[in-house]
């Protein structure tokens, strides 16, 4: 799945406390222009086996492309080590304008039938209300157009584990989140006439449980 796989950006600032990501990529993220991305995916079409599918468009979280501070002189002191928990930072600008403006340039390549998203996806992310009507339009914009898409059948999210007090060890977003997103994700594909599922990862025996 690698080799038809595009990476848009590097780093994290979901700072799972399991997760290494944050540690080796960085909290800020680093994004790729919209131009390289193109070019790798214009190569990936000439590639002799590839039949119009990209397995991935993604990164360490599928859903972070070009977010961040929307001042980065606070980013720079800042000490949190995750920028959406316990809460969405007010200073986070989570707007999905941007990756939604890349799925549509790789898709309308020619020789791209389908880009999927393989990497995971932050919910909280999609769930969470801005104060910015915009940014909330393209979350919901988003959302619908992640699940109707670019899910391959499967979508991957990782709720970890369903324990408040084992959640909030890990970084986590309370379990409450994964069903209503899980609700959101069956409605859509209700309306779309769409049988996906979607695949929640859980960690056992993590040291907080
Ligand atoms: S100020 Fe907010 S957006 Fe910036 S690094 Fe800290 S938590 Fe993240």
Redesign the pocket.
């Known amino acids: 799945m690698i080799k038809f796989s595009i990476n848009i950006h590097r780093g994290c ?1 979901g700072g799972c406390a399991f997760c290494t990501i944050s540690a080796h990529q960085g ?2 993220i680093v994004s790729r222009s919209k131009e390289s991305i193109l070019r790798e995916v214009k190569e990936v079409t000439q590639l002799p086996d590839f039949k119009g599918y990209l397995s991935d468009l993604g990164g360490p979280s599928a859903n972070m492309y070009q977010m ?5 002189s ?2 720079k ?4 080590p ?3 928990h316990p809460k969405v ?5 989570s707007d999905h304008r941007p990756l939604l403006d890349i799925y549509h340039a790789v898709d309308a390549l020619p020789g791209i039938k389908k880009s999927f998203i393989g990497s995971g996806v932050r919910y909280d992310l999609l769930l969470h209300r801005s104060k910015d009507e915009a940014i909330n339009r393209s979350t919901a914009e988003y959302t619908r157009e992640l699940i109707v898409k670019h899910v391959s059948g499967r979508l991957k999210v990782a709720p970890e584990h369903t324990s408040e007090r084992v959640l909030s060890v890990m970084r986590k977003p309370p379990f409450e989140q994964f069903e209503t997103f899980k609700r959101i994700f069956d409605r859509i594909n209700k309306e779309e006439n769409l049988r996906q599922q979607l695949i929640p990862y859980f960690i056992s025996s993590h040291p907080g449980c």
């Open positions: 600032f909290k800020f961040k501070g929307k001042d980065e606070i980013c002191k800042c000490k949190r995750s920028c959406i930072c007010p200073n986070l600008n």
